[in-house]
């Protein structure tokens, strides 16, 4: 069965500190797709950031960055020097490798609250 | 920039009424979604679409459900006679291929109360 844990039900900081929001998930394939989207309060869901389960690079994005370690099953999520608008519930996501459906597990999101 | 457009953005209907969620997905693709969020819930998979039929469904996604393309833009979930469990954010989304890779669009969602 595939699952992704988000720990983090709410964190809440300062502006201008930096944040990690933790991403765990269990899969049995060996080929998955992990994704991060925004749900910002207007609530539409925004798309960050894809990984697939071969690409172990972390990757930056201006603030953001994102860290997979396949060995620990987890995709966690820093944002820098934190702004107001990153006020936001984040999801992370998963799809096994040979899904052609369009089937996202979603984790339980992380609101994520930053303080002026 | 495309955008995935839902209608209407929040729906009030009472017990065992039918209700028809509305979505105008990306033009130029070709699969399309429904997924739900209880308040406060994570956002769950309810049916994948493609080619004029359902590709996947959920649990969720029991006999009071449908998904219909009827014409080429517009992409509908019906509920027909609605619980009150079913009270929930309705998001639609779409995206180009389908291909596992891809990301999925969504939609603003369609807030449903059923009282």
């Known amino acids: 069965a595939q699952k992704v844990t988000q720990a983090q039900t709410e964190i809440s900081v300062v502006e201008k500190e930096d944040v990690t929001l933790d991403c765990v998930y269990e899969?049995?394939?060996?080929?998955?797709?992990l994704f991060w989207y925004k749900q910002p309060p207007s609530g539409e869901l925004v798309f960050l950031i894809r990984r697939n389960s071969f690409d172990e690079q972390n990757e930056i994005s201006g603030r953001y960055s994102w860290n997979f370690q396949k060995s620990t099953s987890s995709f966690n999520f820093t944002i820098t020097a934190s702004q107001v608008v990153d006020s936001a519930v984040y999801f992370c996501?998963?799809?096994?490798?040979?899904?052609?459906?369009?089937?996202?597990?979603f984790g339980q999101g992380t609101t994520l609250q930053v303080k002026p | 920039e495309p955008e995935v457009t839902q209608t209407p953005s929040h729906q009030v209907t009472q017990m065992g009424q039918e209700v028809i969620l509305r979505c105008v997905p990306i033009s130029n693709h070709l699969y399309f979604y429904w997924y739900r969020q209880i308040l406060g819930q994570k956002v769950e998979f309810l049916v994948s679409f493609y080619n004029n039929e359902i590709s996947e469904k959920s649990e969720i996604f029991d006999d009071q459900f449908s998904v219909e393309r009827p014409d080429g833009s517009n992409f509908t979930l019906k509920i027909r006679s609605t619980k009150l469990e079913d009270s929930a954010m309705y998001f639609c989304?779409?995206?180009?291929?389908?291909?596992?890779?891809?990301?999925?669009?969504f939609g603003e969602g369609s807030r449903l109360t059923v009282l």
């Open positions: 996501a998963l799809k096994k490798g040979s899904s052609n459906t369009g089937k996202l597990i």
């Open positions: 989304a779409s995206s180009a291929q389908g291909q596992e890779r891809e990301e999925l669009f």
């Open positions: 899969t049995r394939d060996t080929t998955y797709y």
